[in-house]
C-alpha cells in the first residue's frame, strides 16, 4: 500500500510539473505575442484636412525609424512621416492626397490601412510671391514638366534649337529645395510629361534617331525609372492626366501629323490607345475633375484649329468642342474645376485668348492674358493657374479661379519655349530660349495660405 501511494504522489507530481511547464511555455507565449504587435493604424486626427496640413496617425508597431515608414492618402505618392514614434506618426497631407483609406508601408512589404476614410479639403491658396531663381543642369529649351507629392522634374530638351538633343533631368524636391540630376533613356527634344499617382511620364520627342515613341516613367515613391513605349513614335504631342489616367495625344511622326491617343493607367501599369476627332500636331492638353481636354494645334491640312477633344476618365467616353479662336503654339492647365488655354498663334497672328473651362456646368467663357504671345508655359496649383513667358517676355499671367481675377507677375527673364510644372506650394517654370540661345534659368513661385 505504501509503495502504491508513492507511486500515486508521484504521478501526481509529474502531472503538476507538466501542467506549470505548459503554463510557463503558455504565458511565455503570450508575453511574446505582446511583445511583437502587428503593424496597425487605429485611427487619425483630424480626419478632414487641407494639404500641407499636418495630421496625426495612431496604431502600432510603427517603430522609430523615419525612413522604414511612407504613408500614402487614398492612392497618392508615398511621403515620408515628419515625426514618428512606435504609436503615432506626424505627417503632412501632399498635394495629390486624395479621399480614402490612409495607408502606412513599412519595410519587408508589410502595410496597414485605416478604417476610416480621410477627406482632402479643398486648397486656397491666398498669395502667390516670386521666390527667386534657380539653375538646371545644362541650359536647354523645348524640354517636358511635370510634378506629383514633393518632386518636380525637368527632361530632356535642346541646347540649340534642334540641332543636338539632351536626356538630362533636372528633379526639385520642393519641401526640401535641394536639385538632383538624372538621365531619360533617349536623349530628345519636344517631348511631353504628366503626372498621376506618384508617377511623373516623359514620352516621344525628336532625337538623334528622329522620331521617338520612348517612355521614362519615374516613381517619386521609390525614385526610380523604368520604362515603356508609345504605340506611335511622335514628337509635339501634348499630354495631361487625371485619376489614374495620363495621355499622350496627337503630334506629328514619319506620316505626318497624328491623332493617336496613348492612355496609360498607373494604377494598373496598362497602356491602351484612341483616337482625336482630328489629326493635329503643337496642340496642348490639361485636365480638371474627370475631364481632359485635348485643344488647337496645326492639321495636315495646313491649318490651325480650334477643335477641343474631351475625354472623361471615368466613362471612357469622348466629344468634341471648340476653342473660341483657333490657335497653335498655345499653353493650358487646369485646376480646381476649370481649365483653361491661352495665348498661342492664331490666323491673326499672336493671340492674348483665355478660353476658361468649367468641368461642373460643363460651359465655356472667354477672358485674356495681358500680353499676346506664343510659345508660352502654363502650371497650375490649387486655386491658381499660372501662364509665364512667350514671345521673348517675362510676363506671368495669375489666375485665381475662387476670385475669377488675373494678376501680373514677372519671371526674373523673358524667354520663350520654356517648361512648367508644379507640386506641393510651388510652382516652377524652367529653361527655354531667351533670343540668344537657351538658358539654365528656374524660376519658382511659392503658393502661400
Known amino acids: 500500500m505504501t509503495t502504491l501511494n508513492n507511486f500515486s504522489k508521484l504521478c501526481y507530481g509529474v502531472a503538476a510539473l507538466l501542467f506549470c511547464s505548459f503554463m510557463l511555455f503558455s504565458c511565455s507565449k503570450d508575453k511574446d505575442d505582446q511583445e511583437t504587435p502587428l503593424l496597425s493604424v487605429t485611427g487619425f486626427t483630424p480626419q478632414t484636412a487641407m494639404i500641407s496640413d499636418t495630421i496625426t496617425i495612431s496604431g502600432m508597431a510603427f517603430g522609430t525609424d523615419i525612413n522604414n515608414i511612407s504613408i500614402s492618402f487614398g492612392g497618392s505618392a508615398s511621403v515620408k512621416a515628419i515625426t514618428i514614434s512606435d504609436t503615432k506618426i506626424s505627417v503632412e497631407v501632399p498635394a495629390d492626397a486624395k479621399g480614402g483609406k490612409i495607408v502606412v508601408s513599412a519595410g519587408g512589404g508589410l502595410s496597414a490601412t485605416s478604417t476610416d476614410d480621410f477627406t482632402p479639403l479643398p486648397l486656397t491658396f491666398s ?50 529645395g535641394a536639385w538632383t540630376t538624372g538621365q531619360l533613356s533617349e536623349a530628345r527634344y519636344e517631348l511631353a510629361a504628366a503626372a498621376a499617382g ?69 494604377s494598373t501599369n496598362t497602356w491602351s490607345v484612341a483616337q482625336l476627332s482630328v489629326a493635329r500636331r503643337r496642340l496642348k492638353a490639361a485636365a480638371a475633375g474627370n475631364k481632359i481636354l485635348i485643344g488647337g494645334g496645326y492639321d495636315t491640312e495646313g491649318e490651325i484649329r480650334k477643335t477641343i477633344d474631351i475625354y472623361d476618365v471615368v466613362t471612357g467616353t469622348w466629344t468634341v468642342s471648340d476653342l473660341s479662336e483657333e490657335r497653335d503654339h498655345l499653353a493650358a492647365a487646369g485646376a480646381g474645376n476649370f481649365i483653361i488655354f491661352g495665348g498661342g498663334q492664331s490666323n491673326g497672328g499672336s493671340s492674348n485668348t483665355a478660353d476658361i473651362f468649367n468641368v461642373s456646368s460643363g460651359t465655356w467663357t472667354r477672358s485674356a492674358l495681358s500680353l499676346a504671345r506664343i510659345d508660352l508655359a502654363a502650371a497650375a496649383l490649387a486655386n491658381k493657374i499660372v501662364f509665364a513667358g512667350g514671345s521673348g517676355s517675362n510676363v506671368a499671367d495669375v489666375y485665381d479661379i475662387k476670385s475669377n481675377t488675373w494678376t501680373a507677375m514677372q519671371l526674373n527673364s523673358g524667354r520663350d519655349l520654356l517648361s512648367g510644372a508644379a507640386a506641393g506650394n510651388k510652382i516652377v517654370f524652367a529653361g527655354g530660349d531667351n533670343g540668344s540661345g537657351s538658358v539654365k534659368t528656374v524660376d519658382i513661385f511659392t503658393l502661400t495660405k
Open 127 to 176: 498669395k502667390i510671391s516670386y521666390s527667386g531663381t534657380a539653375e538646371l543642369s545644362a541650359a536647354r529649351s523645348s524640354m517636358a514638366g511635370a510634378g506629383t507629392g514633393t518632386k518636380v522634374i525637368f527632361g530632356g530638351g535642346s541646347p540649340d534649337n534642334g540641332v543636338t538633343f539632351s536626356r538630362a533631368t533636372d528633379i526639385y524636391d520642393v519641401k526640401t
Open 198 to 266: 506618384n508617377k511623373i511620364v516623359f514620352a516621344g520627342g525628336y532625337g538623334a534617331n528622329e522620331y521617338s515613341k520612348a517612355v521614362d516613367i519615374y516613381d517619386a515613391g521609390t525614385g526610380s525609372w523604368t520604362t515603356a513605349q508609345l504605340s506611335e513614335a511622335r514628337y509635339r504631342l501634348a499630354a495631361a492626366a487625371a485619376g489614374n489616367k495620363i495621355i499622350f495625344a496627337g503630334g506629328s511622326g514619319a506620316d505626318g501629323e497624328s491623332k493617336t491617343v496613348d492612355i496609360y493607367d498607373v
